[in-house]
C-alpha cells in the first residue's frame, strides 16, 4: 500500500444537504463536491473514482494540501488519523467506513474561521449590520438524511460525523443518532458516532440511553485557544462557560463518551499553538476512564489562512517547531493582507474587541499594515 495511501478517499463519504440539493465528496477536508441523487446508489458515482486511482499511484493530490503540509511540519494529520482510527487499508468498499453528515447550519457563535454557510448566528451577526440581506437559514429535514443513509451499506461504518451548525441544539441530530441506533448492523459493537461541537452546550441526560447504544459517542470540542483568544476567535462563547461544560460532561455522560479537540490553525494562533497544547496537557489529557483525549489541527481556509502571512510573521515561525505549516507556496500577498485586515478592524468594532490587544505578537507582525 502506498506511503500517501488514505483511508478517507477510498472509504470516507461527506454527505452535505445545506444547499438546494445534496452533494457528496470523498472528505471533509476538501472543496471538490458534485451532486447526488440520494435516491440510487450514489457510493458508486464514477466521480469518486479519479481520486481513488490517483491515490493508488502513491500521488498527492492538490486538494489535499491541509494533511500534506501538518505532515510536513511532523504533526499527525486527518490522512494519518484515519488510517489508523479506521482500521486498515482497504479498497474498493462495498460502503463508506466514515460518513460525515452536514444539514442543519444552526449556531449560537459566529467564530472568525468559520462563516455564514455553517452558521445562523452569522447570518443574523450580519443582518444586525446591514450585511444580510437573505432568508435566515432554516433545519434541514433529517428525513432527507435518513434517506441517503438508506441506500448506503452500511455495514462497513465504523464511524458517522455530525457536521454543524453547533450540533448539540436542540434534538434534530439526535433523531438521526436514533435511526442510526436501529438500523446500522453491530452499532453497539463497532460504531463510532461524532458531535462535531463548539463545547457550549450541554448534553441533555435524556439522551444518554441513546450514547450507550453505540461503541463510543466523541465530542470533537472546538478550540482555537485559551481564554482571551478563545473568546475572540470563538465569538460570543467564553472560555470558563466551556471549560466548565466539558469538564462536567466528562464527569456524567456515560463513560463510553468520549472527547477529541480539534483546532483551527489560522494567522491568530499560529504564533500561540503551544498555549492550547500545555492547556491540555495540564487539564485535559485523558477522558473520564483514563484514554487519551486526542488533539488534532486543521488549516484555516480563505480570509484567515495561512496564505495571509506576513514576511515578518514567516521569519518568526521559522524559530518554532511549527515552522513546516506555512504552505510551500507562500508569498507575501499584500493585496489579500490588506482585505483581511480591513475585515478585522471591521468586526472588532462590531464586536467591541481588539486584535491589537488580544494577540499584540502577531499583531506586530502585521505593523505595516496597521
Known sequence: MSNVYCSMIHNGLELNFKGPGVTAQHCCLRNTRFPVDIATDFWEDSRFIPLREKNKQNVWSPGCENCQSL??????SFRTGMNAGLAGNSLDSSGPKRIDLLFDTSCNLACRS?????STFWQKHLKEHGEWNQPIGKPQQHDNVITALEKLDLSNLRMLVFCGGETLLGQA?????KWLADNVPNAKEQLTLCFQTNGTQPIHPRNYELIDRFHLVKLHVSLDGITQKFEYLRWPATWEQVVDNIMHTRKTAPSNLMFHIEETVSIFNLFYLSELEDWVSKHFTTNREGDIVNHDKHMARWTFSLENCTQEYVDAVQQTEFKNLIPR???ENSTNIIKMIAEIKKFDQFRNQSFEKTFPEVAEFYARYL
Do not use: D, R
Request: proline share 0%.
Open 329 to 331: 507556496s507562500w508569498q
Open 173 to 177: 441530530y439526535w433523531e438521526v443518532t
Open 114 to 118: 468559520c462563516g455564514t454557510q455553517s
Open 71 to 76: 505532515e510536513a511540519a511532523g504533526q499527525t
